[in-house]
């Protein structure tokens, strides 16, 4: 196997980045460009009654100012579906600026053009906009009481309720019981790079849009719904992206807004959201809580798991992230109920934000779970153990890799689990706290129903170059997929180049769900493996060629020299086979066909998290002193990407479990703290000590290589170790996110 796959090669758009010659989507410069402002309503329900434009008409370098009055009606609304499906995917089942109706605080009302940002900003400052304000439910005790259960959640594809054996009963027969519920703050997704689009039409009729997207095919199928145009009159590129975290999965009204805006002036626009339009523009993790009954033997044998979740979502779209799901495969309990429930309120759809379900659901089934080691006076790591699923409990079906155990044992080695002392409130440095806590942590393979398409092309001097229309958002998907197509082709990585970033390219479906790792590099692997054996029949056939006749099976490919396997010294390369017969460059297309979503198996990464916690015993003021994380997240591209993904994730635990809330100002139904100053996240100061590692586990079922992906794995279970920790160092359980102080005193 060549050595490409597995390498820590360093990423090969780096230098691009960090000498600022990557342009990303607000920075593109185009002649005559129009700058677009967007200006949201400042009430959460009611009507525009007025939208006074004079004075803003008048004001210096403005263009036009648009509102619902000046824009056409779209052709159609796609309905809400996850990206991953590689179709058309709007943020929310409602397109704004179509009539004077508000059902959100900053929910689009009117686009403010001109021959800067800084004069845009300034004339959408002189709009004058009158209301008809109705009452508005924009937290969750505001709506609890007309919560119901959905059909289904997640556009669709998740069924509200789901159920195996009978929970009633198991938890009667069960010797202990915890019974909690888990609350947490809503959240948001902040990138560095706020969602931008820059559009511009030709002379045809044919726009491209310049997007900040994590699926280019994605923008271009859902706005081409929108505006009632083929996909063929439409090119988005997506070059790069400057994060994402889910934020950018789903396309919101913003992309097809510019392209409304550009053609309404003839000219091309560029309209970049602003810090506090991300807070309400983009979706968000919702304000849920989620009770969960836990019935156990006193041996620790878990009987019965019932989890409900209660969230707030849109007036358009049954939504919520899957929390449940993961939660109910972790452990072999063989009663289960797992019910959604939705109340509607005044806010955008919630969506994607890194871990969506499973960081919220694992929190409250880990805690649970920590809760009852201690009532039943068992170690949380020899608990888990106790109940570790030999198969997927929700089917029986086997597993296509686990590793958890292994997960366990390594995380426990490294950390030094074994030296822990059992009882909370024991260790103290000083006048600080100190405990120790654990958490399981698993997320869902899944993969898009679609075909995935990557084109590999070899030129007559040896290069190649592998192409797919993906967005590099920081995950290092560029640098992975040139080691997968020089695996392939048998190249060295320094002449291989991948290239993405257009709806032009091969379809791939959005990176989103940690999918992307997986779908593409087996479209890249088999684009390099179809090309290579391509020109290894065309070497055996060819009567000049010094592998005539050899056994196709009998040929390998290295360093781009195609050679029999066991005589080396016959062969020849690529370059010798393209240039004698005058052949400047040749190509095939990889096509990859997912798995079907019940393939027989359980399809799930699985991992374990540790971490040190110190409590100031004065103040309540929570350090994480180290973690630990090990994962099995089946074969590894890129081990030092991974490692960088992995630890990203880490952190970002710790940042949901002490830092990360959006609050609700109820009274004006808008988010009071959205900006970098008040919404709180870790800097460097806040970072402790971390340790990744990684169990390979070989996969033959999830797809070609093996891949399940890093991406969201790293956050999993991170909270609820964090918490578990604090537990143990103080005796004090708290089961809200984030934990405060106040929480502590």
């Known amino acids: 196997m060549s050595p490409a796959i597995g390498a820590?090669?360093?990423?090969?758009?780096?230098?691009?980045?960090?000498?600022?010659?990557?342009?990303?989507?607000?920075?593109?410069?185009?002649?005559?460009?129009?700058?677009?402002?967007?200006?949201?309503?400042r009430i959460a329900s009611g009507r525009v009654t007025r939208i006074d434009t004079d004075t803003a008409v008048g004001a210096a370098g403005v263009i036009a100012v648009l509102t619902h009055l000046d824009l056409p009606k779209v052709a159609t609304q796609p309905k809400l579906l996850p990206s991953l499906f590689g179709l058309a995917a709007p943020g929310e089942s409602f397109f704004p600026m179509q009539d004077d109706t508000v059902h959100y605080a900053g929910q689009p009302i009117a686009i403010v053009?001109?021959?800067?940002v800084e004069r845009a900003e300034h004339a959408a400052s002189l709009l004058r906009i009158d209301y008809a304000e109705t009452p508005a439910s924009t937290v969750l005790d505001q709506v609890r009481e007309?919560?119901?259960?959905?059909?289904?959640?997640?556009?669709?594809?998740?069924?509200?309720?789901?159920?195996?054996?009978?929970?009633?009963?198991?938890?009667?027969?069960?010797?202990?019981?915890?019974?909690?519920?888990?609350r947490f703050a809503a959240n948001h997704q902040n990138p560095i790079?706020?969602?931008?689009?820059?559009?511009?039409?030709?002379?045809?009729?044919?726009?491209?849009?310049?997007?900040?997207?994590?699926?280019?095919?994605?923008?271009?199928?859902?706005?081409?719904?929108?505006?009632?145009?083929?996909?063929?009159?439409?090119?988005?590129?997506?070059?790069?992206?400057?994060?994402?975290?889910?934020?950018?999965?789903?396309?919101?009204?913003?992309a097809t807004l510019a392209a409304m805006a550009a053609r309404q002036i003839g000219r091309p626009v560029r309209l970049a959201l602003n810090r506090e339009q991300m807070f309400h523009s983009c979706g968000h993790r919702e304000e849920q809580e989620q009770r969960i009954t836990l019935g156990a033997r006193s041996d620790g044998r878990l009987l019965a798991l019932r989890h409900h979740k209660l969230a707030i979502t849109s007036p358009f779209d049954d939504w919520a992230e899957t929390s449940l799901e993961s939660p109910a495969i972790l452990y072999p309990i063989p009663n289960y109920e797992g019910i959604y429930r939705l109340a509607r309120g005044n806010t955008i759809t919630p969506t994607f934000v890194r871990g969506p379900g499973e960081a919220t659901g694992m929190f409250a089934l880990e805690s649970a779970m920590d809760e009852l080691a201690q009532q039943l006076g068992i170690d949380p790591l020899e608990l888990r153990l106790r109940n570790l699923a030999d198969v997927d409990p929700s089917t029986g079906h086997p597993w296509s890799s686990n590793g958890?155990?292994?997960?366990?044992?390594?995380g426990a080695e490294l950390f030094g689990w074994s030296r822990r002392d059992h009882a909370p409130g024991t260790r103290r440095d000083?006048?600080?706290?100190?405990?120790?806590?654990?958490?399981?942590?698993?997320?869902?393979?899944?993969?898009?129903?679609?075909?995935?398409?990557?084109?590999?092309?070899?030129?007559?001097?040896?290069?190649?170059?592998?192409?797919?229309?993906?967005?590099?958002?920081?995950?290092?998907v560029i640098t992975a997929m040139t080691q997968v197509g020089a695996d392939g082709l048998g190249l060295p990585v320094d002449r291989v180049r991948f290239v993405g970033g257009s709806s032009e390219m091969p379809n791939i479906a959005a990176a989103v769900g940690s999918a992307g790792a997986g779908a593409v590099s087996a479209?890249?692997?088999?684009?390099?493996?179809?090309l290579r054996d391509q020109l290894i029949a065309q070497a055996v056939g060819d009567e000049k060629s010094p592998l005539h006749g050899a056994h196709p099976d009998a040929v390998t490919v290295e360093d781009g020299r195609m050679r029999l396997r066991d005589r080396p010294d016959v062969g020849e390369s690529y370059a010798e086979i393209l240039g004698r017969t005058f052949t400047p460059d040749t190509e095939a297309i990889g096509v990859w066909m997912p798995p079907p979503p019940d393939p027989g198996y359980?399809?799930?990464?699985?991992?374990?998290?540790?971490?040190?916690?110190?409590?100031?015993?004065?103040?309540?003021?929570?350090?994480?002193?180290?973690?630990v994380g090990v994962f099995a997240p089946g074969r590894v591209l890129n081990r030092k990407t991974a490692h960088s993904q992995l630890m990203g994730g880490m952190l970002w635990g710790l940042s949901q479990a002490l830092l990360e809330a959006t609050h609700m100002d109820p009274r004006l139904g808008r988010w009071a703290n959205p900006s970098f100053n008040d919404y709180l996240v870790p800097v460097n100061a806040d970072a402790p000590d971390v340790v990744v590692d990684t169990v390979e586990v070989t996969d033959t079922v999830v797809n070609p290589l093996g891949v399940k992906g890093v991406g969201e794995i790293g956050i999993v279970g991170a909270a609820a170790a964090i918490a578990n920790a604090v537990h143990h160092a103080t005796g004090r359980r708290v089961r809200e996110l984030p934990i405060t102080l106040e929480d502590l005193l």
């Open 602 to 627: 359980g399809m799930h990464t699985f991992g374990a998290q540790f971490a040190e916690v110190s409590v100031d015993a004065d103040l309540g003021l929570v350090r994480v002193r180290r973690m």
């Open 193 to 254: 790079e706020a969602s931008a689009t820059t559009a511009v039409w030709d002379d045809v009729g044919r726009v491209t849009l310049y997007d900040s997207t994590q699926g280019p095919t994605a923008t271009q199928l859902t706005v081409a719904t929108l505006l009632g145009l083929s996909p063929t009159e439409i090119k988005v590129i997506s070059e790069f992206v400057g994060g994402s975290f889910g934020s950018k999965a789903m396309v919101w009204p913003h």
């Open 146 to 182: 007309q919560a119901y259960e959905p059909e289904k959640i997640f556009g669709g594809l998740v069924p509200g309720r789901n159920t195996r054996g009978d929970v009633a009963a198991g938890l009667r027969e069960a010797d202990v019981q915890i019974d909690q519920t888990y």
């Open 430 to 476: 000083g006048h600080l706290l100190i405990g120790t806590g654990m958490a399981a942590a698993a997320y869902p393979h899944v993969a898009p129903p679609s075909p995935q398409r990557a084109r590999a092309r070899l030129y007559s001097d040896g290069s190649a170059v592998i192409e797919a229309g993906v967005s590099e958002f920081g995950t290092g």
């Open 404 to 410: 958890l155990r292994e997960c366990y044992q390594r």
């Open 523 to 530: 479209a890249v692997h088999l684009a390099a493996t179809t």
């Open 8 to 41: 820590t090669l360093n990423r090969v758009d780096g230098r691009a980045k960090v000498s600022g010659s990557a342009r990303y989507t607000a920075e593109i410069s185009l002649p005559g460009l129009a700058h677009a402002v967007l200006v949201g309503a």
């Open 113 to 116: 053009l001109a021959n800067t």
